[in-house]
């Protein structure tokens, strides 16, 4: 079984920056693509950012340009730095990772979520 340990949310001005990051923990294989999803209430979750085993990223249109989505893989790791945040960002962001355990089963994971709230 993989776990994803989160952190990195809180409060933050309009304008200001967050990281968050993400840590994959069990009898991993390896990790295929890592990503940051986020959900606002009353809103379905939807895709932030996303970044293959190969490093190619994709970003949702409304945060290109201000957020950067990176890994570690040394560390089984991955971080979504948030500049010039915004209140429309305020969400629970999770973190998802699928690849292969070490038992050569599939998986895919989810974080327990970080919240994020900017104020204005």
């Known amino acids: 079984q993989v776990q994803l340990v989160e952190s990195g949310g809180g409060l933050v001005q309009a304008g200001g920056s967050l990281r968050l990051s993400c840590a994959a923990s069990?009898?991993?294989?390896?990790?295929?693509?890592m990503a940051w999803y986020r959900q606002a209430p009353g809103k379905q979750r939807e895709l932030v950012a996303g970044?293959?085993?190969?490093?190619?990223?994709n970003y949702l249109d409304s945060v290109k340009g201000r957020f950067t989505i990176s890994r570690e893989n040394a560390k089984n790791t991955v971080y979504l730095q948030m500049n010039s945040l915004k209140p429309e960002d305020t969400a629970v962001y999770y973190c998802?990772?699928?690849?292969?355990?070490?038992?050569?089963?599939?998986?895919?994971?989810w974080g327990q979520g970080t919240q994020v709230t900017v104020s204005s």
């Open positions: 970044i293959s085993s190969g490093d190619s990223t």
């Open positions: 069990g009898r991993i294989f390896r990790i295929n693509e």
């Open positions: 998802n990772v699928n690849g292969y355990s070490a038992s050569a089963f599939p998986f895919r994971s």
